[in-house]
């Protein structure tokens, strides 16, 4: 594993202990002459807690209080019934103490700071971070209302930031951030460039921001087609642009165009946890990064040379410069204008338990937005997230609860559940671009632009769910339904697909399980031991593998699916030779109506015992299923290893 010769101490020692591979015997490995291994689930990174003993010890931090009712400003704060008024006192804080201690800024729940904040100007240290943090009694959360702006100006846009957070090892730590003016509510932007590591943005709530509601019902109430998107959040075509993948929640920047450090910028150690989000534009919480410009990104500032020598020159920008260690674990996006969650450029991800409801709710044409996703990463476990609900309205595109975009390599995508995304369930896309390459002085290698695909290989979606997909909900004409298994974009090479379930609905006539977009081939398809159950014969939900090429279908179970035709690039299923057509798997919708919760999931497994033994042994499997289960007893087919 690349990563592993520059990972953290803390999280090479994650990573030794929450990932082991280790091969446990089948009872059945004999007859079918397979011995798997088993794979044990990966299990994100914690970052390391502080203790009370620490951040008491006044030799170490210096705590400061902030009471936005009864604080005074003349007041020291180093007490908690002497508390300081306003925010803006921070940087003097900083500029007396911060060179001689650890700082602690602690702010009185219940009460509301009408000011924007930038922390900035001190250094901290894994071992000792900055900390701001709420205190006092009940469970309301302090909050910061930032002042936004108005200007059309994209300077002054982009210093409408709530909370700036310009320094390394620094924690914030349950507060409220909103700013319906402003356009990022927590932006996570450098001074200057060089490595910043050990951020943690844990227990926040970010909502409202960049955000211009005027329509008498709550967003989570109201269908996107009664809005206008432009009346919320306005795009260029206004005049004013604050509908870029640059504004939202929780943003994480190396720099752009117009507001770059001049140097590379990469974030390692960076924990993103257990926030609410909603009601923002365009991102809910965002990953971003320029200093990443490979075959398959199509921008950015390095002078990239290849991918075998991990090349990296911090003072000539001259290599290839991705963040590291991403856990972005627990969050829950709603009503989020573009995407819920994204990570963009970099390697060692781990995008876990999040949940992503109604994301492109402001899509318009010329945008493409989904649930969670992820871009350009090296190395990411994609697992335990539900995505549901996400839009496809307005002339928008993609629209799907998941996606492994451009040029990713070794993403394993497993025990998710997306259901009722209007999108499709999952897409995979790839990109060819144009670029220089140069050698490790900085001078051109090539001597013109060329062309390259991105290195999208060895990714896998194994163990999920997903159900009622490619659905648009206001719209019965045929031609606006979408898959409701994968989309396939461009050339997506080298991806197995095993032990899904897919749960078609029954109300659209020859729905595409799986589909394809452009005319580019794809190579190196796996599909084996899944399920694909529609609700209704009628429906006769079909298989488009278009530009798939030479796919292998292997013991999958097809239940009120219809057969295609092989001149129409359609599944026949003689090309599946242990094809399972005769068995109903029992499947059944929730009595209730109610598919929302991961845990919802679960009543998607099939109530006919025969289904936990139509498996086929594979190479490599994983020792859990989605429930949880022990899954090396038995070969199975689907999600589940056994009954719920």
């Known amino acids: 594993?690349?990563?592993?010769?520059?990972?953290?101490?803390?999280?090479?020692?994650?990573?030794?202990?929450?990932?082991?591979?280790?091969?446990?015997?089948?009872?059945?490995?004999?007859?079918?002459g397979v011995t798997p291994t088993y794979i044990?689930?990966?299990?994100?990174?914690?970052?390391?807690?502080?203790?009370?003993?620490?951040?008491?010890?006044?030799?170490?931090?210096?705590?400061?209080?902030?009471?936005?009712?009864?604080?005074?400003?003349?007041?020291?704060?180093?007490?908690m019934d002497m508390p300081k008024k306003s925010l803006s006192e921070i940087p003097e804080i900083i500029d007396e103490f911060a060179d001689r201690y650890a700082i602690r800024i602690l702010l009185k729940r219940g009460t509301t700071f009408n000011e924007n904040v930038k922390l900035t100007g001190y250094t901290a240290t894994a071992e000792h971070p900055f900390i701001v943090d709420a205190y006092g009694e009940g469970n309301e959360y302090p909050v910061i209302y930032g002042n936004g702006t108005?200007?059309?100006s994209d300077s002054e846009l982009g210093?409408?930031?709530?909370?700036?957070?310009?320094?390394?090892?620094?924690?914030?730590?349950?507060?409220?951030?909103?700013?319906?003016?402003?356009?990022?509510?927590?932006?996570?932007?450098?001074?200057?460039?060089?490595?910043?590591?050990?951020?943690?943005?844990?227990?926040?709530?970010?909502?409202?921001?960049?955000?211009?509601?005027?329509?008498?019902?709550?967003?989570?109430?109201?269908?996107?087609?009664?809005?206008?998107?432009?009346?919320?959040?306005?795009?260029?075509?206004?005049?004013?642009?604050?509908?870029?993948?640059?504004?939202?929640?929780?943003?994480?920047?190396?720099?752009?165009?117009?507001?770059?450090?001049?140097?590379?910028?990469?974030?390692?150690?960076?924990?993103?946890?257990?926030?609410?989000?909603?009601?923002?534009?365009?991102?809910?919480?965002?990953?971003?990064?320029?200093?990443?410009?490979?075959?398959?990104v199509g921008y950015g500032y390095n002078k990239y040379v290849d991918d075998t020598t991990d090349?990296?020159?911090?003072?000539?920008?001259?290599?290839?410069?991705?963040?590291?260690?991403?856990?972005?674990?627990?969050?829950?996006?709603?009503?989020?204008?573009?995407?819920?969650?994204?990570?963009?450029?970099?390697?060692?991800?781990?995008?876990?338990?999040?949940?992503?409801?109604?994301?492109?709710?402001?899509?318009?044409?010329?945008?493409?937005?989904?649930?969670?996703?992820?871009?350009?990463?090296?190395?990411?476990?994609?697992?335990?997230?539900?995505?549901?609900?996400?839009?496809?309205?307005?002339?928008?595109?993609?629209?799907?609860?998941?996606?492994?975009?451009?040029?990713?390599?070794?993403?394993y995508m497993q025990y998710n559940y997306g259901h009722h995304n209007e999108g499709g369930g999952l897409l995979l896309c790839n990109l060819e671009t144009a670029m220089l390459k140069f050698n490790g002085d900085g001078a051109p290698a090539t001597e013109r632009l060329e062309n390259y695909w991105g290195n999208w290989k060895s990714n896998y979606v194994r163990n999920n769910v997903f159900v009622n997909n490619g659905y648009v909900f206001n719209d019965k004409d045929d031609a606006n339904h979408h898959s409701a298994f994968v989309t396939i974009a461009r050339k997506v090479n080298d991806v197995t697909f095993e032990n899904n379930t897919v749960v078609i609905r029954g109300d659209i006539y020859n729905q595409h399980i799986i589909d394809c977009e452009d005319n580019v081939v794809a190579e190196g398809h796996v599909y084996r031991n899944n399920i694909f159950y529609c609700v209704d014969a009628s429906a006769e939900p079909i298989f488009d593998l278009g530009t798939i090429k030479n796919p292998v279908f292997e013991n999958n179970l097809y239940y009120n699916v219809k057969n295609g035709d092989e001149l129409y690039s359609e599944l026949n299923f003689s090309a599946d030779t242990k094809a399972i057509l005769d068995v109903d798997p029992q499947i059944e919708l929730p009595a209730d109506g109610n598919y929302s919760g991961y845990e919802k999931a679960f009543l998607f497994a099939a109530k006919n015992d025969v289904i936990y033994s139509k498996g086929v042994a594979i190479a490599t499997m994983m020792k859990y299923d989605i429930m949880g289960n022990d899954a090396t007893q038995n070969f199975y087919i689907g999600a589940f290893a056994k009954k719920a």
């Open 40 to 79: 044990e689930t990966p299990a994100a990174p914690q970052y390391a807690e502080i203790s009370e003993e620490v951040l008491s010890n006044t030799d170490i931090y210096k705590t400061f209080y902030f009471d936005a009712e009864d604080g005074e400003d003349a007041n020291s704060g180093l007490h």
């Open 150 to 152: 108005n200007s059309s």
């Open 311 to 411: 090349h990296n020159d911090y003072k000539t920008g001259v290599g290839y410069f991705p963040m590291e260690n991403i856990v972005v674990t627990g969050n829950y996006t709603n009503c989020v204008g573009g995407d819920g969650i994204v990570v963009a450029g970099a390697d060692n991800v781990w995008l876990e338990r999040n949940t992503s409801y109604k994301s492109n709710y402001l899509g318009r044409a010329g945008f493409w937005n989904g649930g969670i996703w992820v871009h350009n990463v090296r190395t990411g476990y994609y697992q335990y997230n539900e995505a549901g609900y996400t839009y496809l309205r307005h002339g928008s595109s993609d629209g799907e609860g998941f996606d492994i975009d451009n040029t990713c390599e070794n993403v």
């Open 159 to 296: 210093k409408a930031n709530v909370l700036h957070l310009e320094e390394a090892n620094t924690r914030i730590l349950n507060i409220e951030i909103t700013g319906p003016d402003c356009t990022r509510g927590i932006y996570i932007f450098p001074r200057k460039g060089g490595i910043f590591e050990n951020i943690v943005v844990d227990g926040c709530y970010v909502h409202n921001v960049n955000w211009n509601w005027v329509y008498g019902t709550e967003p989570d109430a109201t269908n996107p087609d009664d809005i206008d998107p432009e009346v919320v959040t306005p795009s260029a075509d206004s005049g004013t642009n604050r509908f870029r993948r640059l504004y939202g929640g929780i943003c994480i920047f190396t720099g752009d165009l117009t507001n770059s450090v001049g140097a590379p910028v990469t974030f390692r150690n960076m924990w993103i946890t257990d926030n609410k989000v909603e009601e923002v534009a365009h991102l809910g919480i965002n990953f971003y990064n320029y200093w990443v410009n490979r075959p398959g």
């Open 1 to 32: 594993m690349r990563f592993l010769k520059r990972v953290g101490r803390v999280f090479a020692v994650a990573l030794s202990l929450c990932i082991p591979f280790t091969a446990v015997a089948c009872k059945d490995e004999e007859e079918a």
